[in-house]
């Protein structure tokens, strides 16, 4: 929104320096609208091999199941965490990314003006908004400002890694997935040395469940003890991971419903990404949900904050004069912007999260008739519908 649509913001993380957790991320044609709306599309396209198709295995059979090709435009990459990060950050003046900013309470300015909330930071501070986004995550806390329940655990967490072959992996540029009983996972290049992967899994008792988490050596040898029937090669990413690459987390779920009678927005706060709209990982289109987010975010932003002329507020302008009337008019405006961008956003949220849940529950099913007819019948529907969901433009970010 600062340097696309000129409206000045400022970026909150309560970090001490950029989060690169999570070292890499898949993302299909819709991320790459986005990506390309954003102005950075080509620049992250170079560091990055495109994926030529989708391989499903099952590791119950020990068999290829569908190989499903890109066609037309379709386009897949494996983004790396800190390629990305640092690209969106250089984007930004330095001084419009705020470190060590964690916001711990959102507060009706009663002493002042209604049209601003004021956010109480772990550090004592406070600032006066004009507007609150909160892309702050599964555990948002703008989300329950707004009235969301925190996003329920569905029964499985998942181990996500990223192998480095310094003489190159030797992978074709594909997405190789596989299901099982109980477990899916899947390996896809970043580039010709780096490789993705990650496991869901239902864990095991709690005890259990929380030596695995907790020991990323004993995290390795539980995913290289469950992998099924699956070549050598596949086995390898695995070992040639470092225990410092890889990394477990819990997976959590925003209902769609949720999504649909919930308010997105109220007044002048949001949410996005994770904060709307956690999801299980088999569409991976969480991060993809969350840069489409961000296109229609400043879109309507922009639309509703344009100058009765047409254009908008110049970023270069740091202090602005109001008169009441004008303060209420842009609260009004920006008010109307975030409604209009729950409304475009709700539908498509809580069809990605709805898809995504029912496909998970289908490729870990442990039940072996759901499992036969998954392998046998359902593998190039199931590999599809993860196309066809990517198959989603959000628009450019110009303001008309």
Not at 247 to 258: A, G, H, L, Q, V
Request: hydrophobic share 40%; charged share 25%; proline share 4%.
């Amino acid at each position: 929104m600062h340097c696309r649509q000129g409206i000045k913001s400022i970026v909150l993380e309560s970090s001490d320096q950029l989060r690169m957790t999570g070292s890499a991320f898949g993302t299909w044609t819709n991320a790459w609208h986005a990506l390309d709306a954003l102005g950075i599309g080509d620049s992250l396209r170079a560091q990055h091999v495109r994926h030529l198709g989708l391989v499903t295995n099952s590791t119950v059979l020990g068999i290829q199941t569908s190989d499903v090709p890109s066609k037309g435009e379709h386009e897949a990459r494996c983004l790396k965490r800190k390629v990305i990060l640092e690209t969106l950050a250089n984007e930004l003046p330095s001084c419009n990314i705020r470190f060590s900013s964690k916001v711990i309470l959102i507060e009706e300015n009663s002493a002042g003006s209604c049209f601003f909330k004021l956010l109480h930071l772990a550090d004592g501070s406070v600032i006066k908004a004009k507007a609150v986004i909160g892309c702050d995550g599964v555990n948002s806390l703008v989300a329950r400002w707004l009235g969301f329940q925190k996003p329920a655990f569905v029964g499985r967490s998942a181990v996500r890694g990223y192998a480095d072959f310094e003489g190159g992996h030797g992978f074709d540029p594909k997405v190789f997935l596989f299901s099982g009983k109980g477990a899916r996972y899947g390996v896809a290049p970043c580039d010709q040395t780096g490789l993705y992967w990650f496991y869901v899994f239902t864990p095991p008792d709690q005890q259990e469940k929380g030596i695995i988490e907790e020991s990323p050596a004993k995290l390795k040898q539980f995913v290289l003890s469950n992998m099924g029937k699956v070549s050598e090669k596949i086995r390898n990413v695995i070992v040639e991971t470092k225990l410092d690459d890889m990394y477990c987390s819990p997976i959590r779920s925003r209902t769609p419903w949720e999504i649909l009678l919930g308010n997105i927005s109220k007044d002048n706060v949001c949410i996005a990404g994770d904060a709307l709209h956690p999801m299980t990982p088999e569409l991976a289109q969480g991060a993809c949900a969350a840069l489409e987010d961000a296109v229609v975010m400043a879109r309507c932003l922009g639309r509703a904050l344009a100058c009765r002329g047409g254009s908008v507020p110049s970023a270069a302008d740091h202090v602005y004069y109001y008169s009441s009337s004008e303060e209420e008019e842009e609260y009004e405006r920006i008010k109307m912007g975030l409604k209009q961008y729950a409304k475009e956003r709700k539908w498509r949220a809580a069809d990605l999260v709805a898809t995504a849940y029912l496909l998970g529950l289908i490729q870990q099913s442990k039940d072996r008739v759901v499992c036969f007819i998954r392998d046998k019948v359902l593998s190039p529907y199931l590999a599809r519908m993860v196309v066809k969901k990517a198959s989603f433009n959000c628009g450019n970010l110009k303001a008309t």
